[in-house]
């Protein structure tokens, strides 16, 4: 049944009113009500203990906390004033006390939902390089030691950066990078730093926790004179011995110095030269058959450099690589000059040595360029196909075998110049003679025995005969050459091809 209601007097008419904000003119009556009984309370008598009555404290936190609302001359205001306004707006400006329960469902969603759409926001207007720089720090965040990782050792010795020089003979290896389940320069390295105590063993299962970093990269049977390997080690006296009774004689260390806390090998590089060991009867005419016993004359050593000068500066060397498109930037390489040596005689052979030196290379480059120098010093191609070569979207090029290539020396300038007063600067000439004496007796004979074996360069230069280095030989099916694809499908061959060779000759004639 339902009860009776109690009878309607002054005091329950103002609290309910207190708590109905639908009815503007109660809540006129209650604030001015409140007001009155909050002053008479101020009159009233203390009890024995000094405090105020309990009904006039009672009455003055309520009219505390009610007077932070909107006064009755604000609401009156908004009521003459706005009375066109809607009532979802006039709402808002009420005395809602829904709104003043934080944990409610509703404004959790609206919250969450609002940060959602803040994010979305952040996400498109956010830049190619701020992506590129939060990726960068979620990677070192990543990359951060764990807890285990130790940079203090247990007799003291801390974690310091460290530049390693060292040489290889890559006869056996398959390059430089390290590689799960193959022989790697870097997995020896590392397998030598530690059991050799240089490194924490989670250094050696992620180098990156160790900021390991190679100055280059090196191909599969490729070696290097003067490589410099960045990483942070257990810096004690001795680690060039510790380091050489580990490894095998066809990897040595030559040197290890301390050098800055962001030192990196890669990065600090600025210029990095690499050496072709080339045999003579690799120039010989197209004409002579290619033998041991061939001995190059003056005018085509003449002929071999003017092809090699065509490199130096900066170029497109899309061609030159793999899986690379013309209009693509990282194709851009400078090279700083590109030069054949004397030639020398050794185990009843001709070689001569051809340096390069540039900011950096592509996968294939340097065989690449090397190999279009023969073909044009042997009567194959001419010239001109060097040029073409910068401006058509695809030329085969010949790749001389990477037999004969080796990582001659690194250059670091700027590092020098900037920290040659606080550090030891990064120059070799000291140890040229070591360096050398390692070069000569484990890559150059080396390289000697396995030509003089196999007729590595020999074999190739059989191959030359069946290379195409025409224009038609642009827009071949991709099956011949792949990774490469035609411009505009739409268009016939023989319409690009004319079109191409018009255009190349023109760009090479300027």
Not at 67 to 75: E, L, N, Q, W, Y
Not at 210 to 219: M, N, P
Not at 245 to 253: D, T
Not at 475 to 481: L, R, T, V
């Amino acid at each position: 049944p339902t009860p009776t209601p109690a009878p309607t007097t002054s005091c329950a008419r103002s609290s309910s009113s207190l708590f109905n904000p639908s009815s503007r003119d109660k809540q006129k009556e209650s604030y001015t009500l409140l007001q009155q009984v909050a002053t008479m309370s101020s009159q009233t008598p203390t009890d024995k203990d000094g405090e105020s009555g309990s009904l006039g404290g009672w009455i003055s936190s309520i009219f505390s906390w009610f007077s932070k609302r909107p006064s009755s001359a604000a609401i009156s205001t908004a009521d003459t004033n706005d009375n066109d306004e809607p009532q979802t707006k006039r709402a808002k400006r009420t005395f809602d006390h829904s709104s003043e329960s934080p944990n409610t469902s509703s404004s959790s969603s609206s919250l969450s939902a609002q940060k959602v759409q803040t994010k979305d926001k952040e996400e498109k207007e956010m830049t190619v390089e701020k992506k590129v720089e939060r990726k960068r720090t979620e990677r070192r965040e990543d990359n951060r030691p764990s807890k285990g990782f130790k940079n203090l050792r247990e007799d003291g010795v801390r974690l310091r950066k460290c530049a390693i020089l060292m040489g290889f003979n890559g006869s056996g290896y398959y390059g430089m990078q390290r590689n799960h389940g193959f022989a790697t320069i870097e997995e020896t390295l590392l397998k030598a730093l530690l059991d050799a105590e240089l490194i924490p063993r989670q250094g050696y299962g992620k180098p990156q926790l160790i900021q390991f970093q190679r100055t280059a990269r090196t191909d599969k049977n490729v070696s290097a004179a003067r490589q410099i390997v960045s990483a942070q080690l257990y810096y004690v006296e001795g680690i060039k011995e510790k380091l050489n009774a580990l490894l095998p004689p066809e990897i040595r260390v030559f040197w290890v110095a301390r050098t800055t806390k962001g030192f990196n090998a890669k990065r600090a590089c600025t210029a990095r030269r690499y050496e072709y060991l080339l045999p003579t009867y690799a120039l010989c005419p197209k004409d002579q058959p290619p033998r041991q016993s061939y001995r190059v004359t003056k005018e085509q050593l003449e002929v071999f450099q003017s092809v090699l000068d065509c490199y130096v500066g900066t170029h497109r060397f899309h061609n030159y690589t793999s899986q690379k498109a013309m209009t693509d930037p990282s194709c851009n390489r400078h090279m700083m000059y590109f030069k054949c040596l004397e030639p020398f005689e050794r185990d009843g052979m001709e070689w001569v040595r051809v340096h390069v030196k540039g900011q950096s290379f592509m996968l294939h480059q340097i065989r690449k360029m090397i190999g279009m120098a023969c073909a044009v010093t042997k009567g194959y191609a001419e010239i001109s196909h060097v040029y073409k070569s910068f401006n058509l979207p695809f030329m085969p090029v010949p790749r001389i075998p990477g037999i004969g290539l080796l990582l001659d020396s690194v250059f670091f300038d700027q590092y020098n110049r900037k920290y040659e007063k606080t550090h030891e600067i990064l120059l070799f000439d000291r140890f040229d003679d070591e360096v050398e004496a390692f070069k000569a007796d484990k890559i150059v004979t080396e390289i000697v025995k396995a030509e003089k074996d196999n007729d590595i360069i020999k074999s190739w230069l059989s191959s030359m005969y069946h290379h195409n280095y025409s224009a038609e030989a642009v827009y071949q099916k991709d099956a011949d050459y792949p990774g490469k694809k035609r411009d505009n499908p739409t268009t016939s061959t023989k319409e690009k091809d004319q079109s191409d060779v018009s255009t190349s000759t023109s760009t090479a004639t300027a």
